[in-house]
């Protein structure tokens, strides 16, 4: 990597992995930038995270008053002018309920908070997280969620797996994905989508907890080097 | 005029309700076992100033479709009443 990207990590009342997004995104060689919730700007950055959480105490949705923060409307701008954002647990959730991605996640199927390190597959190339790797491949990380069914309508769903926007799925350390590795009951074992144009990627697992080969497996390396060298790439 | 309404929220009906379900199952252990297709919903009550009852449900239908409901999820159901009609407290 020849830059040093500069990434946007948002701060909602209730976030609480900020920090750690920072920290994960300075040790793969970007810079972290603080970015508070009544921000009316992102200071130039070149691209964007929404941490994990629980914004607002997940009060009405999860994701649901986050959606509506001042900054919202910034970041709402900077995806449509393809900058690449990334929701990572109730990050995701707030993409989702910002309509900026597809689907919405719910109660967990056995309605417990499910707190562990799961594998995922990687879909496809075609997002800020996986480029640069394989379809087929399988990454550790861990997930904390409550809410991380993923579900859609029907034709919601068809065309997400027919366009191709599914990114990851939960699988067996092998990479089979099946029933008893599907971690909350996601629609397809959906682990994280993008959006159509590519530059907008939401997942339930936490790639930011996942890459100090100290603390346990380093998953999130390979996927935040990704979106690091995306960004670098629009700049 | 002031109104009170009343915003009934559920998910779709195709979706798995995992807090039905849990509902559900539990309800045969306390000796119901005749109950099926628990859903699990959600009430959304408050009072709102506006000219008249057409203004006043074009502004709650709209509160409810953008904030009150995730339509990729659910679906709601808009109930107005003159606010008048409701004996409040101290009044």
């Known amino acids: ?235 | 005029m002031r109104f009170h309404a009343q915003v009934v929220v559920r998910l779709k009906p195709g979706l798995l309700d995992p807090q039905g379900k849990a509902v559900e199952g539990s309800l045969p252990a306390m000796g119901w076992r005749n109950v099926s297709n628990v859903r699990v919903g959600k009430q959304i009550e408050f009072e709102l100033e506006a000219p008249d009852e057409r203004a006043a449900a074009a502004q709650v239908n709209d509160m409810a479709a953008r904030l009150l409901s995730n339509p990729v999820i659910e679906v709601y159901a808009v109930e107005l009443r003159t606010a008048s009609a409701i004996p409040t407290d101290g009044a």
């Open chain 1, 1 to 235: 990597m020849s830059g040093r990207p500069r990434v946007g990590v948002i701060t909602f009342p209730g976030s609480l992995d900020d920090r750690d997004a920072v920290r994960a995104v300075a040790s793969m060689g970007g810079s972290g930038v603080r970015i508070w919730h009544r921000d009316r700007d992102l200071d130039g950055v070149d691209a964007v995270i929404l941490p994990g959480g629980f914004s607002y105490g997940d009060y009405l949705r999860t994701g649901a008053i986050a959606r509506f923060a001042p900054v919202m409307e910034e970041v709402r701008r900077f995806a449509d002018r393809g900058g690449p954002v990334l929701g990572i647990c109730n990050g995701f959730q707030i993409l989702c309920e910002a309509g900026l991605l597809p689907g919405a996640l719910i109660r967990n199927r056995q309605l417990r908070f499910v707190c562990r390190f799961v594998h995922v597959r990687v879909e496809t190339s075609r997002s800020p997280i996986t480029t640069g790797l394989v379809p087929g491949e399988v990454l550790p990380v861990p997930v904390k969620h409550g809410e991380g069914q993923f579900v859609a309508a029907d034709e919601d769903l068809e065309r997400v797996e027919q366009e191709g926007l599914v990114v990851l799925r939960y699988c067996g350390p092998d990479g089979t994905v099946d029933d008893r590795h599907n971690v909350n009951g996601s629609l397809g074992a959906i682990a994280g989508v993008r959006n159509e144009a590519g530059n907008v990627v939401g997942l339930m697992p936490h790639p930011e907890h996942a890459v100090d080969p100290d603390v346990g497996p380093t998953g999130g390396q390979p996927m935040l080097a990704s979106f690091l060298s995306y960004a670098l790439a629009r700049v």
